[in-house]
């Protein structure tokens, strides 16, 4: 099956740059999307990427590698409310681009 | 408003009784799904519907029903819950996935508890 991979846990400084990292499996591969949860929330969209590059989008960017299978989430100037899970997702041709999510990356902000 | 709504949002149940979950939404979507997410295991797929009477199993069927009767409802059907369905489940909807990027709307979870 196809593996999403990120890091469990990270913590950050509120002002500072954090940079969530996601691997994933590129057989099939179709596109990769990040998601933001915070605490008993339900997840939202934060982007997607299917070429090679940098996306940026505010505080957010979003990078892809698609022959490296890796993606990145990098969070500028970080604030509490950055406080949530990052969830990474990657889509995979198979009829109806199946959507494969990471457990998610519990990201918190500290003073 | 755009959006998905659950019912219910919290449910403490027993082994073995029928219960629904049921999921609307308002964006005249094509694509319902339905997720749960466990600890330590992220989001994972129990069915999904590309329309109106056409739906698949995801990654984790078993002990789940599904039917889409009509656009806007995708309810999930537990015939007899068993503790290890206890677990936060979330309904989505999208575009067509034909069309690229199928950015899923979620709704606001159901937690479900099964003893």
């Known amino acids: 099956g196809q593996n999403i991979d990120q890091p469990t846990e990270m913590t950050a400084t509120e002002g500072a740059i954090v940079q969530i990292n996601c691997t994933y499996q590129t057989s099939g591969f179709n596109g990769l999307f990040w998601y933001q949860q915070h605490a008993g929330e339900a997840p939202t969209f934060l982007s997607y990427n299917v070429l090679d590059g940098l996306e940026e989008k505010g505080r957010f960017s979003s990078f892809l590698s698609r022959s490296k299978g890796y993606s990145y989430l990098l969070l500028k100037e970080l604030q509490m409310k950055d406080s949530a899970s990052y969830l990474c997702?990657?889509?995979?041709?198979?009829?109806?681009?199946?959507?494969?999510f990471g457990a998610g990356t519990r990201l918190a902000v500290h003073p | 408003e755009a959006q998905v709504t659950q019912n219910p949002r919290y449910l403490i149940t027993v082994t073995g009784k029928k219960l629904t979950v049921t999921c609307s939404q308002n964006?005249?979507?094509?694509?319902m799904s339905w997720y749960r997410q466990d600890p330590g295991l992220g989001l994972r797929q129990i069915y999904y519907s590309m329309n109106v009477e056409v739906t698949d199993k995801g990654d984790v069927p078993e002990g789940y029903k599904v039917s889409r009767k009509e656009k806007r409802n995708f309810p999930l059907i537990l015939e007899s819950p068993s503790p290890n369905q206890t677990s936060l489940y979330f309904c989505a909807s999208s575009p067509p996935v034909v069309y690229g990027a199928n950015v899923l709307t979620f709704g606001a979870g159901s937690r479900l508890t099964v003893l």
């Open positions: 997702a990657a889509m995979f041709s198979g009829g109806y681009n199946k959507l494969i």
């Open positions: 964006m005249n979507h094509e694509y």
